[in-house]
């Protein structure tokens, strides 16, 4: 079955603290993944994708095919990265896989 | 560049009541997703319209129905409504020029918020 898992509901760091969102999926072929976030009174938003294979706001994601895992990163977190973070897969037919998010809270 | 809008913001129905959701595209998009999000989930893909017929589908029960009209603008419908229906319903817009649609972003709207009693 094609799923999204995103293990932590709550992940909360010290402002400068790298952070490590975890996203692990399952697909028979060749994934297409992305990262959307959402930050406090705005809408849900396109942060990367992985055959983009950029850096937007500080963030990198690596698609590690052995591990079937996509986790976000960003060596030095920023108050402004607090929001909720979600790992979508593309599956077949036009269809997008959402994880269940992870809220991500930076403490000063 | 006007954005994604959805209308109403929020509704109440009754169980066994339907409704209509509506999305207006962002100028210049001619796809629209819609997606249903149960509180402290990730949001769930209902279907997908693609120059106004229906380009994919999830796990949603027939009487979760679409259109898309000429403007790309869409309207959501759902009868016989259950108590679980209650959601925040997103509606996504994206512009496609080619044959797949996973490449173009997806531009999201504010959603409605519809509770079921």
């Known amino acids: 079955a094609q799923r999204v898992t995103q293990p932590e509901k709550l992940l909360s760091v010290f402002k400068g603290a790298p952070v490590e969102l975890k996203c692990n999926y399952s697909?028979?072929?060749?994934?297409?993944l992305f990262w959307y976030v959402q930050y406090s009174r705005q809408r849900l938003q396109l942060l990367l994708r992985?055959?983009s294979r950029e850096s937007i706001k500080g963030f990198t994601a690596d698609l590690n095919k052995g591990e079937t895992s996509f986790h976000l990163k960003k060596p030095f977190a920023q108050e402004e990265d607090s929001a909720m973070y979600y790992c979508?897969?593309?599956?077949?037919?036009?269809?997008?896989?959402f994880g269940s998010g992870t809220r991500l809270s930076i403490r000063p | 560049e006007t954005g994604v809008t959805q209308s109403p913001t929020h509704l109440i129905k009754t169980r066994g009541q339907q409704v209509t959701l509506r999305c207006s595209s962002q100028s210049g998009h001619n796809t629209v997703s819609w997606y249903q999000q149960a509180l402290g989930q990730g949001p769930q893909f209902i279907f997908q319209y693609y120059r106004e017929e229906e380009n994919g589908r999830g796990n949603f029960p027939p009487r979760f129905s679409g259109l898309q009209f000429p403007n790309y603008s869409s309207e959501l419908n759902v009868n016989a409504l259950e108590l679980d229906d209650s959601a925040l319903y997103l509606c996504?817009?994206?512009?496609?020029?080619?044959?797949?649609?996973?490449?173009?972003?997806?531009?999201f709207g504010p959603g409605t918020r519809l509770l079921v009693l």
């Open positions: 697909y028979s072929g060749s994934p297409e």
């Open positions: 992985h055959i």
């Open positions: 979508a897969l593309y599956s077949s037919a036009s269809k997008i896989i």
């Open positions: 996504a817009s994206s512009l496609r020029t080619s044959g797949r649609g996973a490449q173009e972003t997806q531009y």
